[in-house]
C-alpha cells in the first residue's frame, strides 16, 4: 500500500500503446471535424486505438463541463454552457460517418438541468437508432439524484445496455465521489435490471479497497440486478486527483476475474487497462 506522501512507480504492465491504424486515424478525424465530446480523449483512455479500430467509440453528451467534482475524475467541472439540442443529430450522423458497430454515450453531470439532462439522452438514443438501426447503443448514465421517471426515459428510448457506475467500494464513496451515494447508485442499477434491461456497473481498483470489499461489492450488484462488471487500475489524472494506493497486479485482477463469473455476473472484464466501455459490443448479449 501507498502512503500518502510516497508515489508509486508505474508497473509495466501498465505501458499503453500509442494509438494508430487507419480505422482509428478515420474516427479521429470524424471526432474533430464535428467537434465531439469523447470520454475516450478527456478520460485519457488506455484502450482508445483498441476500440476506435474496430468500429466501437464512447460519446460524451451535454457537453464537456460537468457540475460534480469527483476526486478520481479528469472531467471539467464547472458551469456548464447551455444545452446544444442539435447534439442528438449530429451525433447520429457521426456515428453514422464513423460506421461505428456499437456505440457507448455517456455524459458529464448535468445537476444544473430540471431534468438532469434525461430528454437529451433519450433523443440522442432515438437519433442514433434512427439513422442507424444496425448500430447497438449501451448508455453509462448518472444518477439523476435517483429520480426514477428520468432514468425510464433512458429506458424508454430502447438502449441495449444501460450502465451506471458504483466507482468504488461502499467504505471509499464519501471520499472519492462527490455527490453520488452508494446505496442510491445501487438502487439506480436494481431500477434499471428491474425493467428487464441489460445492467451494467464498473469500479476503478488501487484506491485503497481490499479485496473482501470488493467481494461484498459484488454481491451488492449482484443482489441488484446487474449482469455485467468491469473493474480497471485507477490512474491518477494530475496531482490534485487522489493518489494510487496501490497498482493491482494481473494477478489480483484475474482473481477478480473469476471470482465474479463464479459467483454469477455473465461477463466480468477485469484487468488493468479495462474501463467501462471495455469490449462493450459483446454486454448486449448479457440478458
Known amino acids: 500500500m501507498n502512503t500518502s506522501d510516497t508515489i508509486l512507480r508505474k508497473p509495466d504492465w501498465l505501458k499503453i500503446k500509442i494509438p494508430s ?10 471526432v474533430e471535424r464535428n467537434k465531439l465530446h469523447t470520454i475516450c480523449t478527456s478520460g485519457h483512455c488506455p484502450n482508445m486505438h483498441e476500440c476506435w479500430g474496430r468500429g466501437t467509440a464512447t460519446l460524451m453528451i451535454l457537453g464537456d463541463i460537468c457540475t460534480r467534482s469527483c476526486k478520481f475524475c479528469n472531467v471539467k467541472t464547472g458551469k456548464p454552457l447551455p444545452v446544444d439540442h442539435d447534439e442528438p443529430r449530429r451525433v447520429a450522423e457521426s456515428v453514422k460517418r464513423m460506421k461505428l458497430k456499437h456505440v457507448v454515450l455517456t455524459s458529464v453531470d ?5 431534468d438532469g ?8 438514443v432515438r437519433k442514433i437508432k434512427e439513422q442507424n438501426p444496425e448500430t447497438t447503443i449501451e448508455t453509462l448514465i448518472p444518477d439523476f439524484d435517483g429520480h426514477e421517471e428520468l432514468i425510464q426515459q433512458v429506458i424508454d428510448a430502447g438502449p441495449e445496455v444501460i450502465s451506471h457506475n ?4 461502499r467504505r471509499l464513496t464519501p471520499e472519492t465521489r462527490s455527490r453520488a451515494k452508494y446505496d442510491r447508485s445501487l438502487q439506480v442499477l436494481q431500477y434499471i435490471a428491474g425493467k428487464g434491461v ?8 488501487g484506491l485503497g479497497e481490499t479485496p473482501e470489499e470488493v467481494f461484498e461489492l459484488m454481491d451488492d450488484l449482484l443482489d441488484a440486478g446487474v449482469s455485467v462488471l468491469t473493474i480497471g487500475q485507477y490512474l491518477q489524472p494530475t496531482k490534485k486527483h487522489l493518489p494510487v494506493k496501490e497498482y493491482v497486479t494481473p494477478e489480483q485482477f484475474e482473481i477478480y476475474r473469476k471470482t ?3 459467483k454469477g455476473f455473465r461477463y466480468v472484464e477485469s484487468s488493468p487497462l479495462v474501463r467501462s466501455s471495455y469490449h462493450a459490443e459483446k454486454h448486449i448479449s448479457a440478458r
Open 198 to 205: 441489460v445492467a451494467k456497473s464498473g469500479i476503478m481498483a
Open 117 to 124: 439532462g434525461a430528454a437529451i439522452w433519450a433523443e440522442t
Open 260 to 262: 465474479g463469473l463464479k
Open 110 to 114: 448535468r445537476d444544473d438541468l430540471p
Open 166 to 169: 458504483l466507482e468504488t467500494v
Open 21 to 30: 491504424g487507419k480505422e482509428y486515424l478515420s474516427v479521429k478525424e470524424i
